[in-house]
């Protein structure tokens, strides 16, 4: 009965370098929305996807930033070209997202993403 | 624009009394709220939720209630206990479309022995 599962728990990337987070999703779900939280502030919206599908991604920086959630598979966050404002805690949470109702996102451990 | 606000960064409280987090939203839109506890390093874990029909919600120790003529949601922890010590967020999302959440930024909750 695995929760949400994320790899690596911590990252360190030098400045140019490509930066890819993964995300498993819990059982059952098949929805997952990615989360950026800087120091000392809240969680912020980046993107949300279903299998093969992005429906939102109103929350990504315009560049260098995409993710993807393959039929098969964890779902992925790719930054190409890490500056050092990327360095964060980035978050995954999973939902089952069933039709027309309520829905409780389920979040990961995250990871640590430190640009030198 | 900070759409969902928590306005104390820090709370303490003594063990056994009842803690009382606040939050304040400006967007009418919203209509499902959400508290969750973090811990360092690790994800937020979900506490408790309410949607805009009801106006309190209850879980064991836990009481989350919605005055949205004020635009205003608490969460009451009774009794506080140590374990309790942890970050709170708020966060609000709006059922029909994404559900993507807004989070505030935060409280940090300390329980004195």
């Known amino acids: 009965n695995a929760g949400v599962m994320q790899n690596p728990r911590h990252l360190v990337r030098r400045r140019g370098q490509e930066a890819r987070l993964r995300c498993s999703p819990m059982?059952?779900?098949?929805?997952v929305y990615w989360y950026r939280q800087l120091p000392e502030e809240g969680l912020k919206f980046m993107v949300y996807?279903?299998?093969?599908?992005?429906?939102?991604e109103s929350g990504m920086p315009k560049e260098r930033f995409s993710a993807e959630f393959p039929k098969e598979g964890p779902s992925i966050l790719r930054i190409q070209q890490v500056v050092r404002g990327d360095s964060a805690a980035y978050f995954c949470?999973?939902?089952?997202?069933?039709?027309?109702?309520?829905?409780?996102?389920?979040f990961g451990p995250g990871t640590r993403l430190t640009v030198l | 624009d900070q759409q969902v606000k928590q306005n104390s960064p820090s709370l303490s409280v003594q063990e056994g009394r009842i803690s009382i987090l606040n939050c304040d939203y400006t967007?009418?839109?919203?209509?499902?709220f959400l508290w969750y506890k973090k811990y360092p390093a690790e994800g937020p874990t979900f506490l408790i939720s309410?949607?805009?029909?009801?106006d309190k919600n209850e879980d064991g120790r836990f009481t989350v209630f919605l005055n949205k003529s004020a635009k205003h949601l608490s969460l009451h922890i009774v009794p506080s206990q140590p374990g309790d010590s942890a970050v709170y967020f708020c966060?609000?999302?709006?059922?029909?479309?994404?559900?993507?959440?807004?989070f505030g930024q935060g409280t940090r909750l300390t329980i004195n022995p």
């Open positions: 966060a609000a999302s709006v059922i029909q479309g994404a559900q993507k959440l807004v």
């Open positions: 967007n009418s839109m919203f209509d499902y």
């Open positions: 996807l279903q299998k093969e599908n992005i429906i939102d």
């Open positions: 309410i949607s805009s029909i009801k």
């Open positions: 949470a999973s939902s089952k997202r069933l039709a027309g109702g309520i829905d409780t996102q389920y």
């Open positions: 059982k059952g779900h098949s929805h």
